[in-house]
Antibody, heavy 122, light 106 residues
Framework: QITLKESGPTLAKPTQTLTLTCTFSGFSLNTSAVGVGWIRQPPGKALEWLALIYWNDEKRYSPSLKSRLTITKDTSKNQVVLTMTNMDPVDTATYYC??????????????WGQGTLVTVSS | SYELTQPPSVSVSPGQTASITCSGDKLGDKYVCWYQQKPGQSPVLVIYQDAKRPSGIPERFSGSNSGNTATLTISGTQAMDEADYYCQAWDSSTVVFGGGTKLTVL
């Protein structure tokens, strides 16, 4: 059974760097083609993809946020970490991590975490 | 950057067929998936690779993709299907989501 859970601060101040951790079970990031992605959703708004890391450490970022994002993995801990610099109130959102299955050339997310709400305010 | 366009809202009567569209340039050349999101819950994958259903997704959910438009179809819509639906594609090594469609079952 695949599960993912996001953790990190619920409140961030403007200009700060946000660090979120996704802890997962039921799969390994050593398995070919598997990936973990981060997606966010501002209150009442649409989903927005942020970043994706593959089993082989290849990384993909949203072009509009690439300069602010870093995604890394710790396979031994079954964790994926996302950092976002220079936080702003518009970054207030629920942040999700999700599992990218190993089949197919495209990317979709078949298991999602429960999400964590991050509020950016001074 | 690539964009996917969805209608903001769709209404359907119980038992009828609901169709939600997702438009993008040459979308038929890409794989599309669809997510269902109910209030306060995480998204759930209901269709992947245009028309395949993950295990546990009811048969009333189906998908198609051709030309510039992908369509999610819900046959025999039930009250429990009321939710936001998002299409998603993979383009130039980036994930793109549509703006979402609120399905109301009247």
């Amino acid at each position: 059974q695949i599960t993912l859970k996001e953790s990190g601060p619920t409140l961030a101040k403007p200009t700060q760097t946000l660090t979120l951790t996704c802890t997962f079970s039921g799969f390994s990031l050593n398995t070919s083609a598997v990936g973990v992605g981060w997606i966010r959703q501002p209150p009442g708004k649409a989903l927005e993809w942020l970043a994706l890391i593959y089993w082989n450490d290849e990384k993909r970022y949203s072009p509009s946020l690439k300069s602010r994002l870093t995604i890394t993995k710790d396979t031994s801990k079954n964790q994926v970490v996302l950092t976002m610099t220079n936080m702003d109130p518009v970054d207030t959102a629920t942040y999700y991590c999700a599992h990218r299955p190993r089949f197919g050339s495209e990317v979709n997310f078949d298991y999602w975490g429960q999400g964590t709400l991050v509020t950016v305010s001074s | 950057s690539y964009e996917l366009t969805q209608p903001p809202s769709v209404s359907v009567s119980p038992g009828q067929t609901a169709s939600i569209t997702c438009s993008g340039d040459k979308l038929g050349d890409k794989y599309v998936c669809w997510y269902q999101q109910k209030p306060g819950q995480s998204p759930v994958l209901v269709i992947y690779q245009d028309a395949k259903r993950p295990s546990g997704i009811p048969e009333r959910f189906s998908g198609s993709n051709s030309g510039n438009t992908a369509t999610l179809t819900i046959s025999g819509t039930q009250a429990m299907d009321e939710a936001d639906y998002y299409c998603q594609a993979w383009d130039s090594s980036t994930v793109v989501f549509g703006g979402g469609t609120k399905l109301t079952v009247l």
